[in-house]
C-alpha cells in the first residue's frame, strides 16, 4: 500500500480547467491507478482508471471527451486534467491505487478493490 495525497481542486467557472495531482509515497509502477469523486449525500463513484504501463485506460462517459487521466511511475504521480468544467462535476475528487485493473477497466469501478485512498481534492464549479 501507499499513501496518496491529491492537490490542484479549487474553485473554477464553467467551461474552465483544473489539473489534479495525485502523489504517491512510495512506488505506483506495478499499480492500478484511479479517480473516484464524490458529491455530499451520494455514493461514491470512479470515473477514471489507468493500468500500470498506461497502455489501457477507463474514462466514465459523463467525462469522457472532457478530462484525460495520465501517470508518471517515474515521479510517482497520477495526473487528471479537467478541461470544459461542469457545475455537475462539482465534487471531492480521490485517487486510488489498487493490485489489479481488471473490471475496473470496464467501467466496473468497486469502492473494495482498491486498497490505498487519498483524503481528496474539493472541486467546485459554478455556473
Known amino acids: 500500500q501507499v499513501q496518496l495525497v491529491e492537490s490542484g481542486g479549487g474553485s473554477v467557472q464553467a467551461g474552465g480547467s483544473l489539473s489534479l495531482s495525485c502523489s504517491a509515497s512510495?512506488?505506483?509502477?506495478?499499480?492500478?491507478m484511479g479517480w473516484f469523486r464524490q458529491v455530499p449525500g451520494k455514493e461514491r463513484e470512479g470515473i477514471a482508471v489507468?493500468?500500470?504501463?498506461?497502455?489501457?485506460?477507463y474514462l466514465d462517459d459523463s467525462i469522457k471527451g472532457r478530462f484525460t487521466v495520465a501517470r508518471d511511475n517515474a515521479k510517482n504521480i497520477l495526473y487528471l486534467q479537467m478541461n470544459s468544467l461542469k457545475p455537475e462535476d462539482s465534487a471531492m475528487y480521490y485517487c486510488?491505487?489498487?493490485?489489479?485493473?481488471?473490471?475496473?477497466?470496464?467501467?466496473?469501478?468497486?469502492?473494495?478493490?482498491?486498497?490505498?485512498w487519498g483524503q481528496g481534492t474539493q472541486v467546485s464549479v459554478s455556473s
Open positions: 486510488v491505487a489498487g493490485y489489479l485493473c481488471g473490471r475496473a477497466l470496464a467501467g466496473d469501478m468497486r469502492n473494495t478493490d482498491w486498497h490505498s
Open positions: 489507468i493500468e500500470p504501463a498506461s497502455r489501457e485506460s
Open positions: 512510495g512506488y505506483i509502477y506495478s499499480y492500478c
